[in-house]
């Protein structure tokens, strides 16, 4: 398949999740309850290597709901991709891992990675951290999707 089909069949499946997700969620007022859902509906539609989120706890990123295989459980601001993303307040999309320096390997199978942080008044409370088997994996069709869902949590997170 080519690049621009393929693009174009990723947002297809975003846009219809999109919806599903808002009204799974615009219900519950338990941010965790949320993320939960959220890594579960993005892990299973894209089969991706990890799917999880990291909460900011005083001076860490602290492991959160995931689906996936066992993962690091504290990261600290500024180190590897999630602590990158939490320091910079921006998305970072890693097409290989390797190549990342700090890169924290929780699983060797992980080759390419994005990091969406989840800002509150300016302020990056957590972050969704998905990480896939394959190189190459995430672009800007990820990264703007990914923005638009974690917006979707801001209401249940205190
Ligand atoms: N690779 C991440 C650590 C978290 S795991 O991928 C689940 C990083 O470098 O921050």
């Known amino acids: 398949m080519n690049m621009e089909k393929?693009?174009?069949?990723?947002e297809a499946r975003y846009a219809e999740l999109y919806p599903q997700l808002k009204?799974?969620?615009?219900?519950?007022?338990?941010?965790?309850?949320?993320?939960?859902?959220?890594?579960?509906?993005?892990?299973?539609t894209f089969q991706f290597?990890?799917?999880?989120?990291?909460?900011?706890?005083?001076?860490?990123?602290?492991?959160?709901?995931?689906?996936?295989?066992?993962?690091?459980?504290?990261?600290?601001?500024?180190?590897g991709v999630c602590g990158t993303a939490w320091e910079k307040q921006q998305t970072m999309v890693v097409p290989d891992v390797e190549a990342f320096a700090g890169?924290?390997?929780?699983?060797?199978?992980?080759?390419?990675?994005?990091?969406?942080?989840?800002?509150?008044?300016?302020?990056?409370?957590?972050?969704?951290?998905?990480?896939s088997a394959e190189l190459d994996t995430f672009d800007e069709v990820d990264a703007k999707w990914l923005e638009k869902m974690v917006k979707l949590l801001h209401a249940s997170m205190n």
């Open 23 to 44: 009204a799974l969620l615009e219900g519950e007022t338990d941010s965790i309850a949320n993320m939960a859902n959220m890594a579960g509906e993005l892990h299973n």
């Open 103 to 131: 890169h924290i390997a929780c699983s060797s199978a992980s080759k390419s990675e994005i990091v969406v942080p989840i800002l509150k008044e300016d302020k990056v409370v957590a972050v969704l951290d998905i990480d």
């Open 49 to 79: 290597w990890w799917t999880g989120f990291y909460r900011v706890i005083a001076d860490k990123l602290v492991l959160g709901p995931f689906q996936g295989p066992t993962a690091c459980t504290r990261i600290r601001y500024g180190k």
């Open 6 to 10: 393929q693009k174009a069949e990723k």
